[in-house]
């Protein structure tokens, strides 16, 4: 590496740093200024709960349960060790809140480059929504983190070969899904992806598919344990047992009674409202032979039921479901203020994020790994439902994408090189500003991204 490219690069790194800095500070000024009552009032208190149950020795839950996976819990045990203190995790969050915004930057450099590395970092950092949602009672900060951080893991092993580096996005995505168990579809399909061929590879393919295997390998190591907790709790493996629960919630007669404008759970209170006594008894009967019978045999059934008698409500249901989580406006919606700020920052970005997708369609090989994570979210969201929360973890993708053509456009413009059929279709690994810089300084270093 010459001294002018390892000068450029640690240029480029210092740059990425100060925004990631900026990040971390925003994040924690923006929690501070809205308080510890906020912040315990409107999250999810049920993490808290668990996690002193396990900052106490007694697992997830005061009696032995698989009720939710059990990353995030652990993590707040791990930071506040069952005390309720505000600041820990308002700290610690922030700082996976900034390690997203790396994530993205390093995500899109190796996409498109330099400039669009440090345009995704940005946005990332002040976008409005992980702004505040980062530091927030629940998993989507952590989730969103170890999410790309198993994408950028999964690209650089898929280009290299290398077998340490797809343990380690195997290891990453298994952590990802003890967060959020409706990862799991994506996390079992991507591994297969580092055998697919690519113009960039550098490894030969049976290299790329060795990777795959240790990939899935480990993956299957990483979320063994807590399956196998299931199976001696419950008697069957499952990641959770509500997803029968969350299956009949999105699949009843009163899902759309409240949702999507308001929450889930005030449907959900309907649908348990409407609940006979002949149900309840039955609920009971079954909750002695364990949570995952009742979750299997009552509500996965009755949710069967309904998808089967009312084939095309449920169809439509799935599209309103679709609607809610990809909708401009917040769902469930907020004050007016909100909706306006969330409804522009997320509009500019999803745009601009599906303007890139669409010019880099030459490179579907490379970008399938993106098609997959949207395509994954749609199917769980369109059979089960989902709210704004669940989708953000999405948007920083969007927001990769989007710097890729900002990028494109910002090197067309100050390079003042007469724009080609090219110029917007975003390459694998490299963007215009590659021509329009050596075009404009011919005897000049090349961008690297070494």
Not at 9 to 37: D, H, N, P
Not at 104 to 129: K, S
Not at 158 to 171: D, E, N, P, Y
């Amino acid at each position: 590496m010459s001294a002018s490219t390892s000068t450029s690069t640690f240029q480029f790194y210092r740059k990425l740093l100060w925004i990631v800095f900026a990040a971390f500070t925003i994040r924690v000024a923006v929690r501070l200024y809205f308080g510890s009552e906020d912040f315990w009032v409107n999250g999810y208190s049920f993490f808290f709960g668990f996690a002193q149950d396990i900052a106490a020795g007694n697992g997830m839950g005061s009696k032995p349960t698989t009720f939710r996976v059990p990353l995030y819990p652990a993590f707040l045990a791990l930071v506040t060790f069952g005390h309720k203190v505000f600041l820990p995790i308002v700290l610690s969050q922030s700082l996976i809140g900034a390690g997203t915004v790396l994530g993205a930057g390093l995500l899109a450099r190796e996409l498109f480059g330099n400039v669009a590395a440090i345009i995704a970092a940005t946005i990332a950092a002040f976008y409005p929504y992980y702004v505040v949602h980062d530091t927030a009672l629940q998993e989507t900060s952590l989730y969103t983190f170890l999410t790309i951080l198993a994408v950028f893991l999964l690209l650089r092993a898929r280009r290299s070969g290398s077998g340490i580096m797809a343990a380690c996005a195997g290891l990453t995505l298994g952590m990802a899904v003890l967060t959020r168990a409706n990862l799991a579809p994506f996390a079992v399909l991507a591994p297969l992806w580092l055998g697919v061929p690519a113009k960039c590879r550098t490894a030969p393919r049976r290299q790329g598919m060795w990777a795959a295997l240790i990939c899935l390998a480990v993956l299957a190591l990483t979320v063994s344990p807590w399956l196998l907790r299931s199976l001696r709790l419950e008697g069957t493996v499952t990641l959770s047992t509500q997803t029968g629960f969350f299956l009949w919630i999105g699949n009843n007669p009163y899902t759309f009674s409240y949702y999507p404008s308001e929450s889930i759970d005030r449907s959900q209170r309907a649908a348990l409202e409407a609940l006979s006594p002949a149900d309840w008894a039955q609920i009971g009967a079954l909750y002695s032979r364990g949570e995952a019978a009742v979750d299997r045999e009552f509500f996965g059934q009755r949710a069967l039921e309904y998808m089967r008698e009312h084939p095309w409500r449920t169809f439509g249901g799935g599209l309103r479901k679709l609607g809610a989580a990809f909708d401009l406006l917040p769902s469930p919606r907020r004050d007016s203020l909100r909706n306006l700020v969330h409804a522009l920052s997320y509009g500019v970005v999803m745009a601009l994020g599906l303007w890139g997708m669409w010019s880099g369609r030459q490179n579907w090989r490379e970008h399938l790994i993106f098609y997959a994570l949207f395509v994954s979210f749609a199917a769980v969201t369109a059979v089960f439902f989902g709210h704004t929360n669940y989708r953000t973890y999405l948007d920083v993708y969007w927001i990769v994408f989007a710097a890729g053509i900002l990028a494109a456009f910002a090197e067309r413009v100050f390079a003042f090189e007469p724009a080609s059929s090219d110029d917007f279709r975003i390459g694998g690994v490299s963007t215009a500003f590659d021509r329009a810089r050596t075009a404009a300084h011919p005897s000049g270093p090349s961008p690297s991204r070494s």
